[in-house]
C-alpha cells in the first residue's frame, strides 16, 4: 500500500462526521480530520465532554474547523434529531466514521428494551447512515466507515436471542454488535452497488488501545489490562489509523475490511483484516438488514 496518511492534501471545503468523537479513538481520529482541513462534527452524546474534547483539539490546531451536535446512538429519537439537525446545517456529507461504542457485561438495555450494545453499536449506527445517505456526493471518495473489532470473530448474530439473555458469556452481545458492524458495512456497500451509486461503505477495526472502553471491566480484569496494554497494545493515535485510512485512500474499495497488521492483530501498520467466515454470509446480513429495519421502524435502500 503505498499511500500514507501524512501526504493527505487539505481536506478544506469536505464535511466528515465522527460519532463518539469526545474520547479515545474517536478523539484521535477527530483531530486528524481537522488537521486534514475538514470540517468535522463531532456526534456525542454528552455536550460537556464534547466541549471539553473540543477545546483540547484547538489547542493543538488554532484553525481546527470543528462543530459539535448532540447524538445519543442508543436513542433512535436522538439519532433522527441528529440527522434533522445535520441536514438543517450542512449541504453535504463526505465522510461519515461511524466509531461510537459501549463494552458492558451487565445486560443493560436502551429505552425500547434492545441490549445496550446492539442498540447503540449497530442499530444507532444503521439508522443514523441510512438517514445522513441523501447528503452524500456520489463518487468514490464519499466514505461510510464501520469500526468493527477482532471480537466479531467469536461472535453470531443470535437471531433468536437478540439480547443475549441466554447465552453464558457476557461478551456475546458486544461480540454481536460489532460483527453486526462489519456486516451492515458489506450489506450497504452491496445495496449502493446495485443502484449504480459511487459512495463506498466498508470496515475497519483498531487492534486494541488503552481507551475508554474498557472501563467497565471488572477490577481485575481492568487492572490486568491495565498493567499488560502497553507492552501489546498501541495508542489511540496508532488505534485511529484504519479509520483515517478507510476514510482517505485513494486505493480502498467498497466492502474491504482492514486493521493493524502486527502481533495478534493487536497493533501494526494498517492492511487488509482477517474476518470469519459467518461475516461474509450474505443470506445473514439480508436478515440483519430486514430485521434492523423493523426494529428502527424504517425502511431503506
Ligand atoms: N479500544 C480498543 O481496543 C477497541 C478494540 C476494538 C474495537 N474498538 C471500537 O472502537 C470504537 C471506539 O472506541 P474507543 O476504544 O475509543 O472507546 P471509548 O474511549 O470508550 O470511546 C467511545 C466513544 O463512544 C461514545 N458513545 C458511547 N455510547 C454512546 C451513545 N449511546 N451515543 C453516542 N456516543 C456514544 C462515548 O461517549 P462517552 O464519552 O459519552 O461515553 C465515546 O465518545 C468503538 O466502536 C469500539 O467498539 C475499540
Redesign the pocket.
Known amino acids: 500500500m503505498n499511500f500514507k496518511l501524512k501526504n493527505i492534501p487539505s481536506q478544506k471545503g469536505r464535511v466528515a462526521i465522527i ?2 468523537a ?5 478523539f484521535e481520529t477527530t483531530l486528524a480530520m481537522a488537521k486534514y482541513g475538514f470540517k468535522t462534527i463531532m456526534a ?3 455536550l460537556a ?1 464534547a466541549e471539553k474534547a473540543k477545546a483540547a483539539i484547538l489547542e493543538k490546531i488554532q484553525n481546527a474547523d470543528l462543530d459539535i451536535l448532540q ?4 436513542d433512535f429519537k436522538s439519532v433522527e434529531t441528529f440527522a434533522e439537525n445535520f441536514k438543517n446545517k450542512y449541504d453535504r456529507l463526505d465522510i461519515l466514521i461511524n ?5 458492558i457485561y451487565s445486560g443493560k438495555k436502551n429505552k425500547a428494551g434492545i441490549e445496550l450494545q446492539f442498540a ?2 449497530h442499530l ?1 449506527h444503521f439508522l443514523l447512515t441510512n438517514l445522513l445517505l441523501e447528503k452524500m456526493p456520489d463518487n468514490s471518495a464519499s466514505r461510510i466507515v464501520a ?1 468493527s ?2 471480537a466479531h470473530k467469536e461472535a453470531e448474530i443470535y437471531f433468536d436471542d437478540l439480547n443475549c439473555e441466554e447465552i453464558e458469556d457476557k461478551g456475546a452481545a458486544y461480540g454481536q454488535s ?1 460483527l453486526a458492524n462489519l456486516i451492515f458495512a458489506d450489506e450497504l456497500n452491496r445495496r449502493l452497488k446495485k443502484r449504480n451509486k459511487k459512495i463506498i461503505a466498508l470496515a475497519v ?2 487492534g ?2 488503552d ?3 474498557f472501563d467497565e471491566m471488572s477490577k481485575i480484569k481492568y487492572y490486568t489490562f491495565k498493567i499488560l496494554s502497553p507492552f501489546i497494545l498501541h495508542s ?1 493515535a496508532s ?1 485511529a489509523k484504519p479509520s483515517l485510512f478507510a476514510a482517505l485512500s485513494p486505493e480502498v474499495k467498497g466492502g474491504e475490511y482492514f486493521g493493524p497488521q502486527g502481533f495478534m492483530e493487536f497493533r501494526g501498520k494498517v492492511g487488509v483484516a482477517k474476518r470469519s467466515n459467518y461475516s461474509k454470509r450474505e443470506d445473514v446480513a439480508i436478515k440483519l438488514w430486514q430485521l434492523s429495519e423493523e426494529m428502527t421502524s424504517q425502511t431503506f435502500l
Open positions: 460519532t463518539g469526545n474520547n479515545g479513538i474517536g456525542c452524546r454528552n465532554k447524538l445519543d446512538l442508543s466509531n461510537a461504542g459501549v463494552l447503540t453499536n444507532g469500526l473489532s477482532l460489532k477495526h483498531p486494541g488501545s481507551s475508554g472502553l489511540n488505534a
